[in-house]
């Protein structure tokens, strides 16, 4: 906290806060299931140093050798075996473990004529600091900040509220004056995906329903149909959780639900039909065994056209099983969950749609055009006859539309697939190379203040150089920023669309002399570090023997 001071009256210094992650948090989230390490960068790691006096060592006729021999061979605790006395076993251990500074100064190299030579008269002991290679910063004031690895194959979801939960732990032992909070966070991008996927998945049945009952004029027919959906995604869930495959924004984000239920409409259609037919030509309600008999010859007509339409599709799905690495990880989820859902939805509509409308349909089925279908004629009849009376201005016209198609598709960028928008903002802040940390760091902080005006930001924090673990290796000159943007509600212009937000940040900090840009997404930042070892997009490498050539 601001003006946050220690015990005895002093305020924390990075060292400080490094002492705190290393020895009270570090090991608490090390404890969490599912973690594998924390990697700390930030501070200074606390270190006593023995810095010797040359010309003393030399009076005393020791070398730097000796006096580093003497360190190690009286800082250890020794085990002595046990003693029995009187029945019982006494277990006796030498403690002989440095304690204090005043404890390494009063170490004995050796003595001379019975005058011991101590570490404090060769050397000055004290408490210094590891020459570092990284810091953190946010919001303009250095920190020390700490990354959770997962291990492989773990639920990042789970992970990270397990981890959040401990932190909360691990809160009330911290200092007073002394924050420990969460900075970034996979699982609020996760919660909005999954939010994404609920919101598209309901509208998408919801409106496929309200389609059926306007368009079938039947209600208990398109409540047969209806009934498809659930009973598909409840196959279709079954599958992917008995071959491990993750639900995600990618996998059910796929799903076509008025793909799911087309062979039900027509198989549901053709036995409504034969139904009122046969109830006509009889002049009566039929019986059961009649029910019967017509609803499974309709079926039986629309059967195999059903199935081969349903199968084209399918099949159209299964090259998407051949790509392999990043492509295979990302697209074998949807491929298998379409294919999935329509194998349970081709089943249901030559299973239980037909024995469901034998049994439910009731005794009057009569086959009416519904209000709505009627003036879709009334509308489409006209043009229909027009275009058949006009067939050479019209395959013209459409030729000439498709070859300007065809134009504009070879104008066309294409990418492979859309990015996600992950709410949050990423950029490197790239400086002059040979640039020292302690420099990097004053830019910094003026470039973390520059961004903290914009109204839209919640917090700015930066990773400058290599962390404790070399898992991301920076030079000093390059900072990984981390912008973190409030909820749109309390953004100034909540419909601001973020393209203009990034637009107006780069204008800003392009004024803020000695750094370039480059701005990306956190994950997106990674993913592409990942795969082709550069932070942007599209790279260009150049390899060969005459670099200037």
């Given at each position: 906290k601001e003006g946050a001071l220690k015990p005895d009256g002093t305020p924390?210094?990075?060292?400080?806060?490094?002492?705190?992650?290393d020895w009270i948090i570090k090991p608490q989230l090390r404890t969490v299931a599912g973690v594998t390490e924390i990697n700390t960068i930030g501070g200074y790691a606390k270190e006593y140093q023995v810095a010797p006096w040359p010309e003393q060592l030399v009076a005393h006729g020791l070398s730097l050798a000796e006096l580093v021999q003497a360190l190690e061979r009286n800082n250890g605790n020794v085990g002595a075996?046990?003693?029995?006395?009187?029945?019982?076993?006494?277990?006796?251990?030498?403690?002989?473990?440095?304690?204090?500074?005043?404890?390494?100064?009063?170490?004995?190299?050796?003595?001379?004529?019975?005058?011991?030579?101590?570490?404090?008269?060769?050397?000055?002991?004290?408490i210094g600091q590891e020459l570092r290679t990284g810091a953190a910063t946010e919001n303009g004031r250095e920190v020390v900040l700490g990354t959770v690895f997962m291990l492989l194959g773990e639920n990042s979801?789970?992970?990270?509220?397990?981890?959040?939960?401990?932190?909360?732990?691990i809160r009330s032992s911290l200092p007073p004056g002394v924050i420990a909070q969460t900075v970034y966070d996979r699982t609020i991008l996760i919660d909005k995906a999954i939010g994404t996927v609920k919101k598209n998945l309901f509208e998408g049945a919801v409106l496929v329903i309200a389609i059926l009952f306007l368009f079938l004029g039947n209600i208990r027919a398109a409540l047969i149909t209806a009934a498809v959906i659930p009973l598909a995604m409840l196959f279709t869930f079954t599958g992917m959780v008995t071959n491990g495959v993750s639900a995600n924004l990618m996998s059910l984000g796929a799903l076509d639900f008025g793909i799911i239920i087309d062979g039900a409409v027509v198989i549901v259609e053709n036995c409504v039909r034969r139904l009122a037919h046969a109830q006509a030509l009889a002049g009566r309600p039929l019986t059961r065994d009649e029910r019967f008999h017509e609803v499974f010859a309709a079926a039986r007509e629309a059967r195999r056209p059903l199935l081969y339409g349903q199968l084209i599709i399918m099949v159209v799905y299964l090259p998407i099983f051949a790509l392999t690495g990043v492509e295979g990880k990302m697209f074998h989820p949807m491929a298998f969950t379409v294919v999935a859902a329509l194998v349970g939805a081709m089943i249901l509509s030559i299973t239980f749609i037909p024995a469901a409308v034998a049994l439910l349909i009731g005794n009057h089925v009569g086959e009416k055009e519904n209000r709505l279908m009627g003036w879709a004629k009334r509308g489409y009849a006209p043009l229909l006859d027009w275009a058949l009376l006009n067939k050479a201005l019209l395959l013209t016209v459409t030729a000439v539309v498709?070859?300007?198609?065809?134009?504009?598709?070879?104008?066309?960028?294409?990418?492979?697939?859309?990015?996600?928008?992950?709410g949050d903002i990423a950029l490197h802040a790239l400086r002059i190379p040979g640039t020292s940390l302690t420099q990097a760091i004053e830019m910094q902080t003026e470039l973390e203040r520059t961004i903290k005006r914009f109204p839209e930001v919640e917090r700015v924090f930066a990773k400058l150089g290599t962390a404790e673990i070399a898992t991301d290796p920076m030079p000093p000159n390059v900072a990984d920023n981390f912008v973190m943007l409030k909820p749109r509600a309390e953004w100034p212009d909540p419909k601001r669309p973020i393209e203009s937000l990034v637009a107006e940040l780069q204008q800003a900090v392009g004024k803020v002399p000695g750094n370039?840009?480059?701005?990306?997404?956190?994950?997106?930042?990674r993913f592409n570090e990942l795969i082709s070892g550069v932070r942007s997009d599209v790279a260009v490498k150049v390899f060969g023997d005459d670099m200037a050539t």
């Open positions: 924390y210094t990075p060292t400080d806060l490094r002492e705190i992650q075996g046990y003693i029995e006395r009187r029945g019982e076993q006494y277990l006796i251990r030498a403690p002989g473990q440095v304690g204090s500074i005043e404890d390494i100064a009063n170490i004995v190299i050796r003595s001379t004529q019975g005058t011991p030579v101590r570490v404090r008269d060769v050397a000055e002991v004290g979801r789970t992970v990270s509220q397990a981890v959040d939960r401990k932190l909360e732990q498709v070859a300007l198609s065809g134009l504009l598709v070879t104008r066309m960028g294409s990418e492979f697939i859309p990015s996600l928008s992950e370039n840009y480059e701005f990306t997404q956190p994950i997106q930042m």
